[in-house]
């Protein structure tokens, strides 16, 4: 048996078609710079490997959430620009600024702490100032932007900063025509505008996220930051399918059949018995549980490939296994059980799991726990998992 059958579950993490995904996004991108954005472990992908994989495919950017997470692929040798964008008061701002990081700056509290840091580190802080233009999350207010721009610009002609970018985010691109996307690019061409006429020359000037790279070429300006479309994953069922832009699924999660048992009718099924068999069945055990971020929203609702054929998830899911009634197959214990994937044998997608738990594709695979091994896939590499899995 090799090392990838023998394993209770897996993540499978094809490569190739990250890569591939990588080339779509950045052909329609109006020429623009890619930012592969890798925050939350590469949405459950794994950062290093879907880092490295992602320049290699023509991103120029990375981007992740927290700096913890940029310093732990500076530590891990990946190279290229990157950004991170979610501060809090005394957060590593000099560990960063030494590392070539790129950092936020929404407010005066960040841009007094990041230019001390780079006092203290002998080098200019390189800084993107975040404009909130309609999102309401992080970002400065259009009322306080003068301040922060004005301050900004006073630590740059000092030396403790460069503004290399502004920025903002999107509140609905992932809903087509929502009237709020004119709104925040017109705000946002404003709060530029100010900016640069206050003697700002950033780099880049960046507002597009995976909906609005798909959907919307007017917001692309200088940089786009893909996240969940670079997983081969649509932002929204509402823009279409992951298919329908040319983009392909990267994690496939399977688990191996615990055991494969005859039980009478009337037998209840899992915690509290919400699933009592009607006739005499078989039933596969799948040791996959909420443990492993198998979402407990679908208990009797998630869809599973067992024995080549579509199954649901009988009764409650459990901590760690949940049961598939296989309506008197018998699949050999030890062979597959597949939650999603690309769709290649029939297996159910990543949007169905959404859909059955009443989230997002997002929550999904990002959900995923460390307690299940990614194992990586590319054209170069031979199957099995990867180093510390």
Same mark, same amino acid.
């Given at each position: 048996m090799n090392e990838t059958a023998s394993l209770r579950a897996r993540a499978e993490i094809d490569l190739a078609a990250l890569r591939a995904n990588v080339r779509v996004l950045r052909a329609r991108a109006s020429g623009a710079q890619l930012m592969a954005v890798v925050k939350s472990?590469?949405?459950?992908?794994?950062?290093?490997?879907?880092?490295?994989?992602?320049?290699?495919?023509?991103?120029?950017?990375?981007?992740?959430?927290?700096?913890?997470?940029?310093?732990?692929?500076?530590?891990?040798?990946?190279?290229?620009?990157?950004?991170?964008?979610?501060?809090?008061?005394? !957060?590593?701002?000099?560990?960063?600024?030494?590392?070539?990081?790129?950092?936020?700056?929404?407010?005066?509290?960040?841009?007094?702490?990041?230019?001390? %840091?780079?006092?203290?580190?002998?080098?200019?802080?390189?800084?993107?100032?975040?404009?909130?233009?309609?999102?309401?999350?992080?970002?400065? $207010?259009?009322?306080?932007?003068?301040?922060?721009?004005?301050?900004?610009?006073? %630590?740059?002609?000092?030396g403790?900063?460069?503004?290399?970018?502004?920025?903002?985010?999107?509140?609905?691109?992932? #809903?087509?025509?929502?009237?709020?996307i004119a709104a925040q690019l017109d705000t946002f061409r404003d709060m530029v505008a100010y900016a640069e006429k206050a003697g700002a020359e950033p780099e880049v000037r960046h507002i597009a996220n995976s909906p609005a790279t798909l959907t919307v070429p007017e917001s692309h300006f200088d940089l786009v930051r893909t996240g969940i479309a670079m997983y081969g994953i649509s932002p929204s069922p509402e823009l279409g399918t992951a298919a329908d832009f040319g983009l392909r699924p990267v994690m496939t999660l399977a688990a191996s059949l615990a055991l494969v048992k005859r039980v009478p009718a009337g037998h209840g099924i899992s915690y509290g018995h919400h699933y009592t068999t009607s006739a005499e069945t078989t039933l596969g055990l799948v040791p996959l549980g909420y443990a492993d971020g198998i979402p407990r929203h679908a208990s009797g609702r998630g869809p599973v490939l067992a024995g080549g054929v579509r199954r649901t998830v009988a009764g409650r899911v459990?901590?760690?296994?949940?049961?598939?009634?296989?309506?008197?197959?018998?699949?050999?214990?030890?062979?597959?059980?597949?939650?999603?994937?690309? !769709?290649?044998?029939? #297996?159910?997608?990543? #949007?169905?799991?959404? $859909?059955?738990?009443?989230?997002?594709?997002?929550?999904?695979?990002?959900?995923?726990?460390?307690?299940?091994?990614?194992?990586?896939?590319?054209?170069e590499t031979p199957p099995g998992p990867s180093a510390g899995s």
């Open positions: 472990d590469a949405y459950g992908h794994g950062a290093e490997r879907c880092a490295r994989a992602a320049l290699e495919a023509g991103a120029t950017w990375l981007g992740t959430a927290t700096p913890h997470e940029a310093l732990a692929l500076r530590a891990a040798g990946v190279g290229g620009r990157l950004l991170c964008w979610l501060w809090t008061p005394g !957060g590593p701002w000099r560990e960063a600024i030494e590392a070539g990081i790129d950092v936020s700056v929404s407010g005066m509290w960040a841009l007094d702490e990041v230019t001390a %840091a780079a006092a203290e580190a002998g080098r200019p802080a390189r800084v993107h100032l975040k404009a909130d233009t309609g999102l309401g999350r992080n970002g400065c $207010q259009p009322a306080d932007w003068a301040e922060l721009v004005a301050a900004a610009r006073a %630590a740059e002609q000092a403790t900063v460069r503004i290399i970018g502004l920025w903002s985010h999107f509140a609905c691109a992932d #809903e087509p025509g929502h009237p709020s459990a901590m760690d296994q949940f049961v598939v009634d296989l309506h008197g197959d018998e699949p050999a214990v030890g062979s597959d059980a597949v939650l999603f994937g690309p !769709g290649d044998r029939g #297996e159910p997608s990543v #949007e169905d799991w959404a $859909q059955a738990a009443g989230t997002i594709a997002y929550e999904i695979v990002t959900r995923i726990s460390a307690r299940v091994p990614r194992v990586y896939r590319d054209d």
